[in-house]
């Protein structure tokens, strides 16, 4: 089977590279050279192309689709993100024997018939199957109009990163002794992200529990930025800006925390289950697939910081519980964002629309 596939995650990439399969691998996006590409050893038979475009309707990318679809000749286009998927579905337009397209889809706002983008996107016939990053994400395509029979859920795949620091490491260069409970989240801090929550439940923590809160990301919230001037949190709140590669630097977290209004599975949480870190996260979106309550970590209703604090409260002063839920985190993100996992999936899904 011929594969391109567009903004697939690298290590998704390199396992079909690694089964046989034909691939061009697409990127038109900064973030995604150095991950997707492909050692020149694996060519000709799998290779890297780039091409850029930042909206949906990018004449350049979609001719590049265009062309690379009538030179390769693929059986399949699978496209990870909606520009991508707009360019594959009107730049194969015309084709003879135009490839099947799959999806994959992140979010859980609801496809609407009065977008004018959705058409070209998700709601477009000429998509065959749905992959979707959660239940929550499959529920919301369904909500929209798309039988349930075509959205299949596939969690994301752990990607991967190069450990660079130990946990004492990490902490040693945000000043965080030994002694200290570190309470961590990791994102582009926007009012989505729900952080101003977490702030106002820190500021609520007894001052007798040694702890500090890391903010690893981007703020783009006046909320937040309003909170990081409370007189409670100025001593307490650390925000080096974005933090790379963050699995490993989440190691030094003793609890994630991540109380978003809206989510199909945050990225952040995947890789800090994944290396073993127990979470207290919002009822939102697919977080409490990943993170089984009382299980894996702790899960509160979105908007409540009375809640929130309460959580964080009591697996900081409980160390044996919050180690437990760790452990079993990561094993249950191993079984549902494994590589082998997440390829058997997707592979499913390649061998039934061709």
């Known amino acids: 089977m011929r594969l391109m596939m567009i903004h697939a995650p690298s290590p998704i990439?390199?396992?079909?590279?690694?089964?046989?399969?034909?691939?061009?691998?697409?990127?038109?996006?900064?973030?995604?050279?150095?991950a997707d590409r492909l050692p020149t050893e694996w060519g000709p038979k799998q290779r890297s192309m780039d091409f850029y475009g930042r909206k949906k309707i990018t004449l350049s990318a979609i001719k590049s689709v265009g062309r690379i679809a009538r030179e390769f000749q693929p059986d399949l286009i699978?496209?990870?993100?909606p520009n991508s998927l707009a360019w594959s579905v009107l730049g194969t337009v015309g084709m003879r024997r135009p490839p099947k397209i799959i999806s994959?889809?992140?979010?859980?706002?609801?496809?609407?018939?009065?977008?004018?983008?959705?058409?070209?996107?998700?709601?477009?016939?000429?998509?065959?199957?749905?992959?979707?990053?959660?239940?929550?994400v499959q529920q919301a395509m369904v909500r929209g109009g798309i039988p349930e029979s075509r959205c299949r859920v596939v969690y994301n795949a752990m990607w991967d990163f190069e450990d660079t620091l130990t946990r004492s490491?990490?902490?040693?260069?945000?000043?965080?002794?030994?002694?200290t409970l570190l309470i961590g989240t990791v994102g582009h801090i926007r009012p989505v992200k729900g952080i101003d929550v977490l702030l106002e439940a820190a500021s609520q923590l007894p001052p007798t529990i040694p702890w500090k809160l890391l903010l690893g990301g981007v703020i783009d919230d006046p909320n937040v930025e309003r909170w990081l001037r409370h007189e409670s949190l100025r001593d307490r709140v650390i925000a080096p800006g974005p933090i790379s590669p963050a699995a490993s630097a989440m190691k030094a977290f003793d609890l994630f925390v991540m109380p978003s209004?809206?989510?199909?599975?945050?990225?952040?949480?995947?890789?800090?289950?994944?290396?073993?870190?127990a979470a207290v996260v919002s009822d939102a979106g697919g977080m409490k697939e990943l993170v089984r309550d009382h299980q894996d970590g702790l899960v509160v209703p979105k908007e409540n910081a009375a809640a929130l604090r309460t959580a964080i409260q009591s697996l900081l002063v409980d160390p044996e519980t919050r180690h437990r839920y760790g452990r079993s985190a990561s094993e249950h993100t191993q079984s549902l964002c494994g590589t082998a996992v997440v390829a058997d999936k997707l592979e499913a899904m390649y061998e039934e629309v061709a």
Do not use: M
Not at 78 to 81: N, Q
């Open 261 to 277: 209004r809206s989510e199909g599975l945050c990225r952040a949480l995947i890789e800090a289950t994944t290396v073993g870190v």
């Open 104 to 136: 994959y889809r992140g979010i859980t706002r609801v496809p609407s018939w009065f977008d004018p983008a959705d058409w070209i996107t998700y709601l477009s016939p000429r998509v065959s199957l749905h992959a979707c990053e959660s239940r929550a």
């Open 169 to 179: 490491q990490w902490r040693e260069r945000w000043g965080v002794g030994d002694d």
């Open 13 to 34: 990439v390199r396992e079909f590279c690694r089964r046989g399969y034909e691939i061009v691998s697409c990127n038109s996006n900064k973030s995604f050279d150095s």
């Open 78 to 81: 699978h496209a990870f993100i």
